[in-house]
């Protein structure tokens, strides 16, 4: 447990850092190392785009969710969180790239979010087993309207974003549940 909040306490510290450096320091310029659609300066933002936010309001509602969701992704073993979190970013990231709008940026914890919904929701499925589908309906009873924000919606709200992390969780999902079974 101590483990567990060292690490979602370390990425929402990075978080908050960039986003007050941003705001106070650098005056909004950080998010232009967000991902820059079909632009190859703009890949550098697989790595950073996930740490960087809008505004206070952007960043305050992804904190909550990024917390809640990336512990539940730690609950059977804290090394699924970091194997989630690098596929989610390579994944939802070159998929935002390759779908995003030309001249957008996209950016957010979100496609980190998305990516941990994803993995939480198929997670039951690709690992049959008992704790893992009731923490799969759990996790859909309380955050499944979530799954909306992979459509297209408000102008602003990076949508490929959302859907390319959720895959990235949903292959991660995979990957992890083949990897246990083998290991039986």
């Known amino acids: 447990m101590k483990t567990q909040a060292k690490i979602l306490g370390g990425f929402v510290a990075v978080f908050w850092l960039s986003e007050l450096l941003d705001l106070f320091v650098f005056h909004g310029s950080l ?17 950073f785009a996930p740490f960087l936010h809008g505004n206070l309001a952007h960043l305050i509602g992804n904190t909550i969710p990024f917390i809640v969701l990336g512990w539940l992704v730690m609950l059977q073993e804290t ?47 690709f690992q049959r087993n008992f704790a893992s589908i009731l923490l799969s309906i759990v996790v859909g009873f309380f955050y499944g309207r979530l799954v909306f924000g992979v459509l297209p919606s408000d102008r602003g709200i990076s949508w490929q974003g959302h859907l390319f992390g959720f895959l990235g969780g949903i292959l991660a999902a995979k990957l992890i549940a083949n990897e246990k079974r083998s290991y039986r």
Do not use: E
Request: aromatic residues 14%.
């Open 31 to 47: 998010n232009q190392f967000g991902i820059i659609p079909h632009n190859i300066i703009g890949l550098r933002g697989i790595l």
């Open 79 to 125: 090394s699924d969180f970091w194997i989630v979190t690098a596929l989610t970013m390579v994944i939802g990231g070159l998929g935002t790239w390759l779908f995003g709008a030309p001249g957008s940026v996209h950016i957010g914890a979100s496609i980190l979010i998305f990516g941990y919904l994803g993995f939480l929701l198929l997670r039951g499925y």
